[in-house]
C-alpha cells in the first residue's frame, strides 16, 4: 500500500493568496483527519470526516479554512486568504473503520510557509 | 476531557543503554493508547497501541510500551537505543467511544554514539 499521500509537499506563498492542500487516505479507510502542527501549538486536529461527512470541523480556526471530500480517495483543505500565521505543517490521517483497527495513519505533510 | 502530559522535552540517552520515554494520560472511561514517531520533515509514524488485554504491548523496531491504569501512564521503552532511534515521539490517547486523539507534546530522544 502507498500509504497516505499529500501534495504538495512544500508550499510558499503570499499572503493573500488561495492555498490549497490534497490527501489521498489509504484505500478502504472510512476515517479521515486534518492535523495542524506548529512548535508553538504542537498537533492540531482540524477537521475529521468518516465515511466522507465532516463530523467535526470545531477545531478549524477561522471561516478562511474549508475543507471538503468529495469522494472516499480524495480530500482537499483550502485557506483563503493565508496570512502569514496559517505557516505550519498540515498532515492527512486515515484510519478503518475496522474494529481492532483504531491507529491512524499519517502522510508525510505539507509544509505552507506564507509570506 | 481528555489529555496526555510528557513530562520531558528531551531525552539524551548513549547507544546501547536502555531507553524510556515518559507518558501519562488521563480521559473518561477505557482509554485507548498510542505511541507515534516523527523524523526530521517526515510524518508521525505508528510505534505500538494499548487498547485492552496484556499491559506490556510490543511494537515496531524494537519498542514496547507498559500500560499502568493504577498510575494513568504508558512509557515506552527500548531495552537498547540505537542511534536511528533519535527522533521525536509522541503519547496519544483518546476514549474507547471516541475518535479524537489527544496528542502529548513531544519528547526528543537523543541517542548518542
Known amino acids: 500500500d502507498a500509504g497516505v499521500i499529500q501534495s504538495p509537499r512544500h508550499e510558499v506563498t503570499e499572503m493573500g493568496q488561495e492555498v490549497t492542500l490534497r490527501c489521498k487516505p489509504i484505500?478502504?479507510?472510512?476515517?479521515l483527519f486534518w492535523y495542524r502542527q506548529t512548535m508553538m501549538r504542537g498537533l492540531e486536529l482540524l477537521i475529521y470526516?468518516?465515511?466522507?461527512?465532516?463530523?467535526?470541523d470545531s477545531g478549524m480556526p477561522e471561516d478562511r479554512f474549508s475543507a471538503k471530500m468529495p469522494n472516499a480517495s480524495f480530500s482537499t483543505l483550502k485557506i483563503q486568504p493565508s496570512e502569514p500565521r496559517d505557516s505550519a505543517v498540515y498532515f492527512c490521517?486515515?484510519?478503518?473503520?475496522?474494529?481492532?483497527?483504531?491507529?491512524?495513519?499519517f502522510g508525510p505533510g505539507t509544509r505552507l510557509t506564507v509570506t | 476531557a481528555q489529555s496526555v502530559a510528557q513530562p520531558e522535552d528531551q531525552v539524551n540517552v548513549a547507544e546501547g543503554n536502555p531507553l524510556t520515554v515518559k507518558c501519562t494520560y488521563s480521559?473518561?472511561?477505557?482509554?485507548?493508547l498510542f505511541w507515534y514517531v516523527q523524523y526530521p520533515n517526515r510524518g508521525l509514524q505508528f510505534l505500538l497501541k494499548?487498547?485492552?488485554?496484556?499491559?506490556l504491548v510490543k511494537g515496531s523496531y524494537g519498542f514496547e510500551a507498559e500500560f499502568n491504569k493504577s498510575q494513568t501512564s504508558f512509557h515506552l521503552k527500548k531495552p537498547s537505543a540505537l542511534v536511528s532511534d533519535s527522533a521525536l515521539y509522541f503519547c496519544?490517547?483518546?476514549?474507547?467511544?471516541?475518535?479524537?486523539?489527544?496528542f502529548g507534546a513531544g519528547t526528543t530522544v537523543t541517542v548518542r554514539a
Open positions: 484505500s478502504g479507510h472510512n476515517s
Open positions: 470526516f468518516n465515511n466522507n461527512v465532516p463530523i467535526d
Open positions: 490521517a486515515s484510519r478503518t473503520g475496522t474494529s481492532g483497527n483504531y491507529e491512524q495513519y
Open positions: 496519544a490517547v483518546r476514549g474507547a467511544n471516541d475518535y479524537k486523539l489527544s
Open positions: 494499548y487498547i485492552t488485554g496484556d499491559n
Open positions: 480521559v473518561s472511561g477505557n482509554p485507548y
